[in-house]
């Protein structure tokens, strides 16, 4: 999972590597100062608020300062490499580098470029390693499975968008690592049956899969990825696939309802449905913080 002092993938996650991770973030006793004189670079070459607000939280309640560079605003918009740009930033002594970026791939390839951590919040249509940690926090908390952190028993359906979802891709990785049955669900323009290589079941039928799920992960439409091309009609796409309070309704008692957001109420979500008792979503986002202040402090102090 870690690859050297980089955090880029969860496609080999190592159970025993989230497992520290996991714990220290649920315990959530950090050292304030622990990375005081340290700086932080967050660059973000794709939208983003919850992830890169977190990572400059995080970084902040550690004590390291944040520089915050966006592909508008910087010199990327005048042609600059990102591997170019990565160097610049690692020349002035920063001390990790944290990436979002369209480009699938884009961070482990600057991972080879400089000898700083570099942790990816989200790569193209690849992966978002500090997502699945964030989630997987939550589902440990929500079932009572923080001693250990073993999440086998428990099924998992991550709906929706699949096939465009570096968050479904990473959350196979990680939640299968921990034990869990992942099933992904939806059309199949958006969740084909070669997705099973990843080590999961798919499954077109939701209403077959809501009774028997622990936990409802419902995803975006992907607008930005291609999506809309997709769908044939939000309405009609909103009944068969979206968390209806009908089908929410019909989910076992202690089942949770997720979603990485940002999120399209009334298309892959209910609003009362989000909003309501079963809903962690704002737990995630909170859970979020702690996941990115474990891996800033492991990856700077500890690797
Ligand atoms: N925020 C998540 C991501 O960056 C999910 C999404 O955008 O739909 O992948």
Redesign the pocket.
């Known amino acids: 999972m870690w690859s050297g002092q980089h955090l880029l993938s969860m496609r080999d996650a190592d159970a025993d590597q989230a497992r520290a991770l996991l714990t220290l973030a649920h315990a959530g006793e950090f050292d304030p100062v622990a990375l005081s004189g340290r700086t932080i670079a967050n660059l973000f070459f794709e939208d983003?608020t919850?992830?890169r607000v977190s990572f400059s939280v995080a970084a902040q309640k550690l004590g390291a300062q944040v520089v915050d560079l966006g592909s508008s605003g910087s010199s990327v918009s005048k042609g600059e490499s990102l591997i170019d740009t990565a160097w610049t930033i690692e020349s002035m002594g920063v001390d990790a580098i944290v990436v979002r970026a369209a480009q699938s791939g884009a961070s482990e390839l600057i991972s080879r470029h400089v000898k700083i951590p570099v942790i990816n919040a989200?790569d193209g249509m690849h992966q978002?390693p500090t997502?699945a940690l964030t989630d997987a926090l939550n589902i440990g908390r929500s079932h009572g499975r923080t001693a250990g952190w073993d999440l086998s028993g428990l099924r998992v359906v991550i709906v929706g968008d699949v096939v465009s979802?570096?968050?479904a891709r990473s959350n196979v990785g990680l939640l299968t690592a921990l034990g869990a049955r992942v099933t992904l669900c939806g059309p199949s323009m958006m969740c084909p049956d070669g997705l099973s290589a990843l080590g999961c079941d798919v499954v077109r039928d939701l209403d077959s899969l809501v009774p028997d799920a622990d936990v409802l992960m419902m995803?975006?439409i992907?607008f930005e990825r291609g999506g809309g091309a997709r769908l044939a009609s939000r309405r009609l796409y909103h009944a068969c696939y979206g968390l209806t309070l009908d089908r929410a309704s019909r989910m076992k008692r202690g089942a949770i309802v997720m979603h990485?957001?940002?999120m399209n109420r009334g298309v892959e979500i209910e609003g009362t449905v989000a909003d309501g008792l079963t809903s962690v979503i704002r737990d995630q986002v909170a859970g979020g913080v702690l996941v990115r202040q474990a891996a800033l402090r492991t990856a700077i102090l500890d690797r």
Do not use: A, I
């Open positions: 983003s919850r992830t989200g978002h997502q979802s570096r968050v995803l975006r992907q990485p957001g940002p």
